[in-house]
């Protein structure tokens, strides 16, 4: 799985297909979409038009609360596939803890066993919910999607998953605006020190602390920035200085 993919969250339509085309020239691979976003047609249509072989990508989309069911769940993720116009996806994921994510869960499982997921997993589960899934689950998730950005790196939860072979990957490395990163001091500040911005030191903290990362932008420039960022390394000082940031609480309540 790349360690920087492209969040489609809220990207739709022709000029979603366009952005996510953008995305594709720039460079990125990972592909990150899920039912409730109603986006995998327009997901399927750019990689296909993109005219680059499937194996060259990492397609992650996830079920969520209608696939009420282990039955609903198989259905959905067909539907998923073919609104993919692929024949399988890389990650597929539970999108949240729900009452019944075991059962869908069995679902994605089937999928694995066939070839229609590569790789299984969850997305949203705090540490207790996590503790408690992997008690039952089966199959040890692939990667726990989660919020993870300067301000609640969630790094307790990346330790214990590490235990059990899980990979974090943040959803919210900018914090979807619930903050202005690109305006911390501190962020700017050591960005001054290797020519780089706000953001690509909000994200070169997070994959040099083990996290992977699927930031979301429309513009092609912000595209290239957020991708650009294997090039530098943040020394023992500046990770002090941005893990100084961190205020220990999720900015949208959903891990308290």
């Known amino acids: 799985m790349p360690l920087i993919g492209f969040g489609t969250w809220d990207v739709r339509g022709e000029e979603g297909k366009r952005a996510i085309l953008t995305a594709l020239e720039v460079g990125y691979r990972l592909l990150d979409t899920a039912r409730m976003y109603e986006n995998e047609d327009i997901v399927g249509q750019a990689v296909r038009q993109s005219g680059l072989p499937r194996r060259e990508f990492f397609l992650t989309t996830k079920l969520y609360r209608p696939s009420t069911n282990y039955q609903k769940a198989k259905a959905d993720i067909e539907d998923s596939l073919q ?146 960022i294997l090039d530098f390394t943040l020394d023992r000082e500046d990770l002090a200085q941005i893990g100084a940031l961190n205020g220990g609480r999720s900015l949208f309540g959903w891990y308290d």
């Open 83 to 228: 609104r993919l116009q692929t024949d399988y996806v890389d990650l597929l994921l539970v999108h949240e803890p729900y009452e019944n994510a075991l059962e869908l869960y069995e679902a994605l499982k089937d999928a694995l066993r066939d070839g229609k997921a590569r790789a299984i997993g969850i997305s949203n589960f705090n540490s207790a919910e996590y503790q408690r899934f992997v008690q039952h689950c089966g199959v040890i998730p692939a990667v726990n999607q989660v919020e993870s950005h300067v301000y609640y790196p969630h790094f307790d939860l990346r330790d214990k998953m590490h235990r059990y072979g899980t990979q974090m990957q943040s959803w919210a490395p900018f914090t979807e605006g619930r903050r202005n990163l690109f305006a911390e001091p501190v962020l700017n500040q050591v960005g001054k020190k290797y020519g780089k911005t706000a953001a690509q030191v909000a994200l070169r903290y997070l994959v040099q602390n083990g996290v992977a990362v699927i930031p979301k932008s429309v513009h092609r420039e912000r595209m290239e920035q957020n991708f650009a």
